[in-house]
């Protein structure tokens, strides 16, 4: 994904973890987050609530899985 946006212009900021994407939404305000269900130590999900919380939520946020559990995907769209 990085190798198609980068060439159009846009600017990619890549965090494996949870625990990186915490980290860098703790100092840098985001326009969009692209965030997959299942992370190393957590889920975006339980990432998207914590940042939130937090107060450091990007302005708009996109799920990216494979995930096919119509609960998981309510959650997340309803999440953000």
Do not use: M, W
């Amino acid at each position: 994904l990085c190798d198609v946006l980068e060439p159009l212009g846009v600017t990619v900021d890549l965090a494996v973890t949870c625990a990186e994407a915490r980290a860098r939404a703790a100092t840098r305000r985001y326009d969009l987050a692209l965030l997959d269900f299942n992370l190393p130590d957590g889920t975006g999900l339980e990432l998207l609530l914590q940042v939130k919380a937090e107060g450091t939520a990007p302005a708009r946020t996109a799920f990216v899985t494979a995930h096919e559990s119509e609960p998981i995907k309510r959650a997340c769209r309803e999440a953000g």
